[in-house]
């Protein structure tokens, strides 16, 4: 990942992996057109109603044809793998037809994936490695940042020894947390909640269900969210109202206090390796800052979102991604 690559050739397209309510894409696509760079937003709920994908064995005739007009695959120089969702085949009477069309479109899609050339932000295996909190945390860990004491599973007479070593702990979901009433409704998300003694419990009674992650609270002043795009690094200090322990991410944005965060030049260094350890060439970090001045790893997202932190602090991250998608990284 280090060194210097070439810049991409400015004949070709940007391809923007994403959805219809991407705030965050919808900043690239207006960067892309300031600059009167060549790019497609590709929403991929439009497959296969109304978005038109063209695959063949010898490549030549591979192509997308999307809502404002169409391109071939051969064109593509970048893509953003930014947040893809899954396709909405229209509604059918027929029992199982609405389930195999899903299946049959995602079928499709991952099959475009790997017909794609260029560079990809990111690319799908280094998401995947990235993707395990506990890897996240090893790989933190291993590279001299510190860590919380963490558990995660489903053994109630280890995470119950945990808990009562540790006192005051958290709760977290060992995946993304989002939850939704079916396969195409809306997400909802589970937070990070403080365990009081008398929720211990009832937290272990579930694990049976749902395995947990735990993990010491660690006391704060701050958090902080560092987006790396490519070398680039944005921090952004977060400060929650009241009970610190609350999961920010559950509060109104209205009532956090969000300013510019300087890193100490060692930490910048170790958070750029980790991201491009995976082989990503974004990541979005959340960071404890403690009250006596040290930073708690927590975890990386490798599609983390940012739109907010540039409308709110005027950080230039939607030019980051395209100077990123259009000269690659240095």
């Known amino acids: 990942m280090s060194g210097v690559s070439k810049p991409i050739p400015t004949d ?3 391809l923007l992996l994403t959805n219809r309510e991407d705030v965050s894409a919808d900043l690239v696509v207006l960067e892309f057109q300031r600059r009167g760079l060549p790019y497609a937003r590709f929403n991929t709920e439009d497959v296969p109603r109304t978005a038109r994908v063209q695959l063949t064995p010898s490549g030549n005739a591979d192509g997308l044809l999307l809502a404002k007009g169409g391109i071939g695959l051969r064109d593509v120089r970048s893509v ?5 969702v899954a396709p909405r085949p229209a509604p059918s009477v027929a029992s199982g037809a609405d389930d ?20 990809w932000v990111s690319p799908r295996d280094a998401i995947r490695r990235a993707t395990p909190r506990m890897t996240q945390l090893r790989a933190a860990r291993q590279l001299g940042l510190r860590v919380p004491p963490t558990i995660m599973g489903n053994d109630v007479v280890a995470l119950r020894a945990f808990a009562e070593a540790h006192g005051a702990i958290i709760a977290k979901p060992i995946d993304t947390g989002a939850v ?3 396969k195409l409704g809306p997400e ?14 009832a937290c272990l009674a579930s694990v049976t269900h749902a395995p947990v992650l735990l993990q010491r609270l660690e006391p ?17 200090e977060i400060r929650t109202p009241g009970d610190a322990r609350i999961d920010w991410r559950a509060l109104d944005p209205a009532d956090l ?3 510019p965060h300087e890193l100490p030049s060692d930490l910048s260094g170790r958070i750029s390796e980790l991201v491009h350890q995976f082989g990503l060439h974004f990541g979005a970090l959340d960071l404890l800052w403690t009250p006596n001045g040290e930073y708690v790893f927590l975890e990386i997202n490798p599609n983390g979102q940012w739109a907010w ?5 005027g950080f230039p991250m939607a030019s980051a991604l395209v100077d990123l998608l259009t000269m690659g990284p240095s």
């Open 12 to 14: 070709g397209y940007a």
């Open 80 to 84: 953003w793998y930014r947040r893809p």
């Open 100 to 119: 195999f069309g899903l299946r049959e479109s995602t079928a499709l899609l991952e099959n475009l994936w790997d017909a794609l050339p260029g560079l």
């Open 180 to 182: 939704t009433a079916d």
């Open 188 to 201: 909802r998300l589970i937070f990070t909640t403080p365990l009081e003694p008398r929720d211990l419990e």
């Open 220 to 236: 704060k002043r701050a958090d902080i969210r560092v987006t790396v795009i490519g070398t680039r690094i944005f921090a952004a």
């Open 257 to 259: 206090v969000q300013l």
């Open 309 to 313: 932190l540039e409308l709110e602090l």
